[in-house]
């Protein structure tokens, strides 16, 4: 509520601005003496721009108007941003930040989100998580381009046997794990603790299974 109010007041005084400067400044009346023979020396002063004839004071009062529609303009916009403020969408993903930072200022997951992917609390807690915001650039997704997650399965003379002893999936992946087998999961994870991608991304692409995995 309090950056509803801020860019409400700055909308009012910026308009309140612009209509004393489009009073005061443009259309006023110049105080007798050195004002009114400034002002007298710009009328008198005429060139052809464009094949109309103008003055001094012609180029001063248009660019005081420029300036006080500017000023319209950009009280219009804070009192848009302030609308836009008030959304639920932005709403939301506001208070979900806010809530969600740790002492650092990073954003953090709740704990009940972590064990949603898999991952244990005590473990992951500290670490940064990212929200995919989006804007207009990449459709409201809130990423840009695609990063590949990855699952290589090395052949030792263990797991070549293994295949040809026709063994169940389940055993040969156990045994190439216990060789250091890093799963598509455990590549998803490391996107996120680098901050390429986010917790709602991976947990769509791929299966969550509670896995000891840090940086």
Same mark, same amino acid.
């Given at each position: ?5 801020? #860019?409400?007041?700055?909308?009012? =005084? @910026? /308009? ?7 009073? +005061?400044?443009?259309?006023? *009346? %110049? ?5 009114q023979a400034?002002?007298a020396v ?22 005081? #108007?420029?300036?006080?529609?500017? =000023? @319209? /303009?950009?009280a219009i916009?804070?009192?848009?941003? +302030?609308?836009?403020?008030? *959304? %639920? ?41 990212? /929200? ?56 998803? /994870? ?26």
């Amino acid at each position: 509520m309090k950056t509803v109010l801020f #860019l409400r007041i700055a909308s009012v =005084l @910026t /308009l309140i601005h612009a209509a004393l400067h489009t009073i +005061g400044g443009v259309f006023g *009346a %110049p105080a007798p003496g050195v004002q009114q023979a400034a002002v007298a020396v710009m009328k008198a002063n005429e060139f052809q721009v464009m094949g109309v004839m103008r003055s001094y004071w012609d180029f001063y009062r248009g660019f005081g #108007l420029v300036v006080s529609v500017f =000023l @319209t /303009l950009e009280a219009i916009v804070f009192w848009q941003l +302030g609308s836009l403020s008030l *959304a %639920p969408v932005i709403r939301d993903a506001a208070e979900y930040i806010i809530g969600n930072l740790n002492e650092d200022g990073y954003l953090t997951s709740s704990d009940e989100e972590l064990l949603e992917s898999g991952l244990r609390p005590e473990e992951h807690r500290s670490e940064v998580y990212y /929200l995919s915001v989006g804007c207009d650039t990449c459709n409201h997704t809130g990423y840009r381009g695609r990063s590949a997650i990855h699952e290589l399965l090395d052949l030792s003379d263990n797991i070549r046997e293994m295949i040809v002893e026709r063994r169940p999936g389940s055993e040969v992946r156990r045994a190439a794990e216990a060789e250091g087998l890093r799963g598509l999961r455990a590549s998803a /994870l490391k996107k996120v603790f680098t901050g390429v991608s986010t917790l709602h991304e991976i947990n769509r692409v791929t299966f969550v299974e509670e896995l000891n995995v840090g940086r």
